[in-house]
């Protein structure tokens, strides 16, 4: 059962901000939202996390709702190093730690590829 | 500091053999979680190890199997090698249960991975 929704594929042009949405109606209480990036023939790199509201670092902003139900990477700015992969991840509530029953198989989903050009 | 090393970087192997794949994580990591990523299917959860037990699995046969030591070094074995073998292998480590739901948890660093092709 797929836990995360994101687009495909986008497209923008350098110097543009791209919004990322991601769509998890059936987060728990508990559970936070991570963001990561992925470059071909790559490990995907870790962006940003968050749990409520708006949090910023220096590569990105991640906007929550108050439901939660959904939650939007913002990157400002772009440039054609930002061509990649990226992929949302939230709890999983299918299996989970074989010892206390808790956590996530941590899906990744099939992310969104995004495509900077000039 | 150095990050999570997986080692060999690419191998090819035939039908039938069994292959070794190693993962070094962050030091003072203890969670070490590995992946399959092919086109078809994507990034696929395999298995997490934390403190030398294996704490979450996924959906793959028993062919595939892993353990970690006491340095937090883990390795996964695929034995009886199929075709649809062939993908990126991938490691990430974490200080905390990346399974779990503390602040923290699935904020992985992974390796460059290892890419296995069977013939």
């Known amino acids: 059962l797929a836990k995360t929704t994101q687009p495909i594929s986008m497209d923008s042009y350098e110097g543009q901000e791209v919004n990322i949405t991601c769509s998890h109606n059936?987060?728990?209480?508990?559970?936070?939202i991570t963001w990561y990036q992925q470059f071909p023939s790559q490990g995907p790199r870790f962006i940003i996390q968050?749990?409520?509201t708006k949090v910023t670092n220096e590569v990105a902003s991640l906007f929550i709702p108050a439901d939660r139900k959904s939650s939007t990477l913002s990157l400002p700015r772009v440039s054609l190093s930002d061509t990649a992969v990226y992929y949302c991840?939230?709890?999983?509530?299918?299996?989970?730690?074989?010892?206390?029953?808790?956590?996530?198989?941590?899906?990744f989903g099939t992310g969104t590829q995004l495509k900077v050009e000039l | 500091k150095a990050g999570v090393t997986q080692t060999p970087r690419y191998l090819i192997k035939t039908r039938g053999q069994q292959v070794t794949l190693s993962c070094s994580p962050i030091?003072?990591?203890?969670?070490v979680s590995w992946y399959q990523q092919t086109p078809g299917q994507g990034l696929q959860f395999l298995f997490e190890?934390?403190?030398?037990?294996?704490?979450n699995k996924g959906n793959f046969p028993g062919r595939f199997s892993g353990r970690q030591f006491s340095n937090s070094r883990s390795e996964m074995n695929v034995s009886t090698l199929e075709l649809g073998d062939s993908a990126l292998y991938l490691c990430?480590?974490?200080?905390?249960?990346?399974?779990?739901?503390?602040?923290?948890?699935?904020?992985?660093?992974f390796g460059a991975g290892s890419r296995l092709t069977v013939l």
């Open positions: 990430a480590s974490s200080l905390v249960l990346a399974g779990g739901r503390s602040a923290g948890a699935n904020v992985l660093t």
């Open positions: 059936n987060i728990a209480t508990n559970d936070y």
């Open positions: 968050g749990y409520k």
């Open positions: 991840l939230v709890g999983d509530m299918d299996g989970g730690d074989l010892l206390t029953g808790g956590g996530n198989k941590l899906t």
């Open positions: 030091s003072g990591h203890r969670s």
């Open positions: 190890y934390f403190s030398e037990t294996q704490r």
